[in-house]
């Protein structure tokens, strides 16, 4: 039931992804071409619209990458490890992310709060709240991601290609 779960929401995410890139990339083309065939209609805001899909589908992007087992690894050094040191270096690649992405959660969250408290801007036209905009991606992709590097290891998968000599695993 939990690796449905888990599928299911790489899939979601993965199409949420590749929707923020298609997004920044029409977004940043419309722009430039309003700048070059139309410059009386150009828009300011273009660039910075496309900025926070991108930055938005790279937050979401870990998540991913972990469910995959593309995440962070050192397969050149990890495969040379024996047996038990292999497994001692996985787990440790997912603690050490973990905790990695809870302090990226925290403080992300708390850059979150301080930009909303001053009501910070985009300079553009539409004068979008960087809180909401930009500063939210951090808390969200960490938090999914630590949220899916604690189901995975729950279901016995780590987040890089060495996963399969964690406990349990047949070598």
């Excluded at 930009?115 to 992709?141: E, I, Y």
Aim: glycine share 8%.
């Amino acid at each position: 039931m939990l690796e449905r779960l888990l599928s299911i929401w790489s899939r979601i995410e993965t199409v949420l992804i590749g929707t923020l890139v298609l997004c920044a990339l029409f977004t940043f083309m419309g722009g430039a071409a309003l700048r070059v065939l139309a410059p009386q209609h150009a828009v300011d805001w273009a660039d910075e619209v496309a900025l926070y899909f991108i930055v938005w589908a790279t937050a979401l992007g870990g998540s991913v990458l972990a469910a995959e087992g593309r995440h962070i690894n050192t397969e050149i050094l990890v495969t040379g490890l024996p047996p038990h040191l292999r497994r001692a270096a996985v787990l440790f690649t997912g603690a050490l992310t973990l905790a990695f992405c809870a302090a990226m959660f925290w403080f992300g969250w708390e850059a979150f709060e301080f930009s909303k408290m001053l009501d910070d801007r985009s300079a553009s036209s539409l004068r979008t709240p960087q809180a909401w905009t930009l500063f939210l991606a951090l808390p969200v992709g960490m938090g999914l991601m630590a949220l899916r590097i604690v189901l995975l290891a729950i279901v016995g998968r780590g987040i890089t290609t060495a996963a399969e000599a964690l406990p349990g695993k047949v070598e």
